[in-house]
């Protein structure tokens, strides 16, 4: 079946410091790729998406590239922010499942000052 | 960006009573809505798809006679909880699909925390 592994957390860094989150993925075909982040309070807003390999998807200083290859979609920041702490969710939907979102488990980021 | 809200925020109720959470895209039409359930420091995990104008889906696992879900328009989705019990309690959010293609960008409610006495 299909699923989603990401790291972890929390992870806890201290502002202007670079931050990785992994995440890798199983599943059939192509699947197109998301982060999403829930800042404290509020719902999941969508950070970026890839939909094919070696697509690259980049928001607000993240980045995320599609490696069909090493099936991952790690997501970057190189200088984090007090308000980057949040949880970040990696996700996929599979080619042959329309609209469905699969989650991974999520992973809390914790930015100190 | 697009907003979606739920409504009530936070419900309470006996065991044995029904339940019912609103989801509405308020700036957007949403033809699909997706409802989902999350448990504590875990994962969403995906209910159902919402299509307007006819049955939802519902996912492997889960009881459509309980979870009730109605698509009554292009900006509001409704799920109600039948006969809720205990091991319902949960916090259920939905999404709403902005445009047609399947990797168009959902927008998500705020979410429903339900508890079950």
């Known amino acids: 079946g299909n699923s989603v592994t990401q790291m972890e957390g929390p992870v806890t860094l201290s502002e202007e410091a670079f931050l990785t989150i992994n995440c890798t993925y199983t599943?059939?075909?192509?699947?197109?790729l998301f982060w999403y982040v829930q800042y404290p309070g509020e719902g999941l807003q969508l950070l970026l998406k890839?939909?094919?390999?070696?697509d690259k998807g980049s928001n607000k200083g993240f980045e995320a590239t599609y490696r069909k290859e090493t099936t991952s979609f790690h997501l970057e920041k190189g200088s984090v922010q007090v308000s980057d702490s949040a949880v970040y969710f990696c996700a996929l939907i599979p080619s042959d499942s329309w609209g469905k979102l699969q989650f991974g488990a999520g992973t809390q980021v914790v930015v100190t000052p | 960006g697009a907003v979606v809200s739920q409504h009530p925020s936070r419900v309470i109720c006996k065991s044995g009573t029904s339940v019912k959470i609103e989801c509405r895209s308020l700036?957007?039409?949403?033809?699909?809505m997706f409802w989902y359930r999350q448990f504590p420091k875990q994962s969403l995990m995906l209910m159902a798809t919402?299509?307007?104008?006819?049955?939802?889906?519902?996912e492997q696992g889960v009881e459509k006679d309980k979870f009730l879900i109605n698509h009554a328009s292009l900006t509001l989705s409704t799920l109600t909880v039948t006969s809720a019990h205990p091991e319902d309690s949960s916090f259920y959010i939905c999404s709403a699909l902005e445009g047609p293609e399947s990797t168009d960008t959902q927008y998500f409610g705020p979410g429903t925390r339900l508890t079950v006495l």
């Open positions: 919402s299509n307007e104008g006819s049955k939802a889906t519902y």
């Open positions: 599943a059939t075909g192509y699947p197109s």
């Open positions: 890839a939909t094919k390999a070696d």
């Open positions: 700036d957007f039409q949403a033809t699909t």
